[in-house]
């Protein structure tokens, strides 16, 4: 299992994007955008047009982690717009197979995010339906904030369950992901990482992906799950 960095451009300078996306393009395997509305989060980012726009300025394959209130009526535009991945929330999401089903036909792959208190388990039906589960990390909204190691019991067993089936679902993290942190989510079971301020925060944030990379790699080396 190939150890995955998505930088996370709400740590960038929005004023600059392709610039940021630039600063890692040789690096990082996705661009994490972070789409919100103001109402499933109390935060308001970027939407479609931007989304749109970046596609035509970076060769990097878009992540959009979408955190709106209603995923089922945007989720397939986000694919349409050119992105490689396009993630809903379980929270929020009416009709969960139908949007996934339409993320996929739009040509992207499908996400389906949890909050940390929100659970995995029922959706290990769902498991055919989705090519990658983003387990949040901290409650979506903000950058910066600290990682929640409650959570890391709930990526074991997500690791678990996604092995069980012989799926080929990838296990994102996304929050409070840096140095300190790294290592535990490889070692729990995720293979897709988010990092935002760890990356652009940093003075190089390029030298940051590939120091983040070879932790989680080292971690996912000796994690009990690869075996
Ligand atoms: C938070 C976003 C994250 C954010 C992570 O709701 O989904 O992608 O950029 O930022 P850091 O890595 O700073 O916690
Ligand atoms: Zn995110």
Same mark, same amino acid.
């Given at each position: 299992?190939?150890?995955?960095?998505?930088?996370?451009?709400?740590?960038?300078?929005?004023?600059?994007?392709?610039?940021?996306?630039?600063?890692?393009?040789?690096?990082?395997?996705?661009?994490?955008?972070?789409?919100?509305?103001?109402?499933?989060?109390?935060?308001?980012?970027?939407?479609?047009?931007?989304?749109?726009?970046?596609?035509?300025?970076?060769?990097?394959?878009?992540?959009?982690?979408?955190?709106?209130?209603?995923?089922?009526?945007?989720?397939?535009?986000?694919?349409?717009?050119?992105?490689?991945?396009?993630?809903?929330?379980?929270?929020?999401?009416?009709?969960?197979?139908?949007?996934?089903?339409?993320?996929?036909? +739009? $040509?992207?792959?499908?996400?389906? !995010?949890? #909050? &940390? @208190?929100?659970? /995995?388990?029922?959706?290990?039906?769902?498991?055919?339906?989705?090519?990658?589960?983003?387990?949040?990390?901290?409650?979506?909204?903000?950058?910066?904030?600290?990682?929640?190691?409650?959570?890391?019991?709930?990526?074991?067993?997500?690791?678990?369950?996604?092995?069980?089936?012989?799926?080929?679902?990838?296990?994102?993290?996304?929050?409070?992901?840096?140095?300190?942190?790294?290592?535990?989510?490889?070692?729990?079971?995720?293979?897709?990482?988010? +990092? $935002?301020?760890?990356?652009?925060? !940093?003075? #190089? &944030? @390029?030298?940051? /992906?590939?120091?983040?990379?070879?932790?989680?790699?080292?971690?996912?080396?000796?994690?009990?799950?690869?075996?």
């Amino acid at each position: 299992m190939a150890v995955q960095m998505a930088p996370s451009i709400l740590s960038a300078d929005f004023a600059r994007l392709a610039d940021e996306a630039a600063a890692v393009a040789a690096v990082a395997d996705w661009l994490h955008v972070d789409v919100m509305d103001y109402h499933f989060v109390p935060n308001l980012t970027i939407g479609l047009p931007v989304v749109e726009a970046l596609h035509k300025h970076t060769g990097l394959p878009l992540d959009c982690h979408l955190m709106i209130s209603e995923p089922d009526r945007w989720a397939a535009g986000y694919a349409e717009a050119g992105a490689r991945n396009v993630t809903v929330h379980a929270e929020a999401l009416q009709s969960p197979v139908r949007t996934l089903r339409l993320i996929r036909a +739009a $040509g992207a792959r499908a996400g389906l !995010a949890v #909050n &940390p @208190a929100s659970p /995995v388990e029922p959706f290990e039906d769902l498991l055919p339906e989705l090519d990658m589960l983003l387990l949040m990390t901290v409650e979506p909204g903000f950058g910066g904030q600290s990682f929640l190691d409650i959570v890391l019991p709930k990526l074991r067993r997500a690791r678990a369950m996604v092995q069980r089936h012989g799926a080929s679902v990838w296990l994102q993290v996304d929050g409070g992901v840096g140095e300190e942190t790294i290592e535990r989510c490889a070692e729990a079971g995720a293979d897709v990482f988010v +990092a $935002g301020s760890a990356v652009y925060g !940093a003075d #190089n &944030p @390029a030298a940051a /992906v590939q120091a983040l990379r070879r932790r989680a790699e080292q971690a996912t080396a000796r994690a009990s799950w690869q075996r």
